[in-house]
């Protein structure tokens, strides 16, 4: 049974990089039937999408973080990683990284199959 | 984007009712659309995909229907175990976009 399982920092400060490591168990995250990607919640808030990525590649990003988001791949981990730039008191949040079932060319879908179980990020000084 | 809209925010029920959320979203869909359930301090949970189809071991309780833009969850015969909150996520195209959340209540 595929796992997902969040790593880095707690605490980060001000204006500094927030980065998270996802790390897949029981699955090859080199599949071609899925995506990989980043969802946050702020405290008592909803779920906002960050950005995903397929194996190879070819990100995708919320337009509203667009301009201080990276998410890469490393296949020889089996790992995704997130990096937030400039982080501020509103990057705040619980991080989750998730797996997207993808569909075909012909009928596309991306569906949030997965999810780890989260990680509490807190920006402060 | 598209925009997820969700009613009611919160509910109310007591264990043996049944209880029906909607979503909507801002522009058709197809049925390119999931319900996860997130009990408080878990992980969200994928409950049903393709507006109606419930995800490998979710209770024969939940049902979705609907497409294009309106879409339903209903859940039939509450159980304790079923008061959390429940999120619409469009699954169309990037950037995915969730509904707000209906919180389910024990009445």
């Known amino acids: 049974q595929l796992q997902l399982q969040e790593s880095g920092p707690g605490l980060v400060k001000p204006s500094e990089t927030l980065s998270l490591t996802c790390t897949v168990s029981?699955?090859?995250?080199?599949?071609?039937?899925?995506?990989w990607g980043w969802i946050r919640q702020p405290p008592g808030k909803g779920l906002e999408w960050i950005g995903s990525v397929y194996y190879s590649g070819s990100p995708y990003y919320n337009p509203s973080l667009k301009s201080r988001v990276s998410i890469s791949v490393d296949t020889s981990k089996n790992q995704f990683s997130l990096k937030l730039y400039s982080v501020t008191a509103a990057d705040t949040a619980v991080y989750f990284c998730?797996?997207?079932?993808?569909?075909?060319?012909?009928?596309?879908?991306?569906?949030?199959?997965?999810w780890g179980k989260g990680t509490t990020v807190t920006v402060s000084s | 984007d598209i925009q997820m809209t969700q009613s009611p925010s919160s509910v109310s029920a007591s264990v043996g009712d049944r209880v029906t959320i909607t979503c909507r979203a801002s522009q058709a869909v197809g049925t390119r659309l999931a319900w996860h359930q997130q009990k408080e301090g878990e992980a969200p949970k994928l409950l049903i995909y393709g507006a109606s189809t419930l995800q490998s071991g979710v209770p024969s309780r939940f049902s979705g229907s609907g497409s294009g833009t309106d879409f339903t969850l209903t859940i039939n015969s509450l159980q304790p175990e079923d008061f959390a909150t429940y999120y619409c996520?469009?699954?169309?195209?990037?950037?995915?976009?969730f509904g707000h959340g209906t919180r389910l209540e024990i009445k």
């Open positions: 029981g699955g090859s995250i080199s599949s071609t039937t899925y995506y």
């Open positions: 998730a797996r997207l079932l993808i569909g075909t060319s012909r009928y596309f879908y991306y569906y949030v199959d997965v």
């Open positions: 996520q469009q699954a169309y195209n990037f950037p995915l976009t």
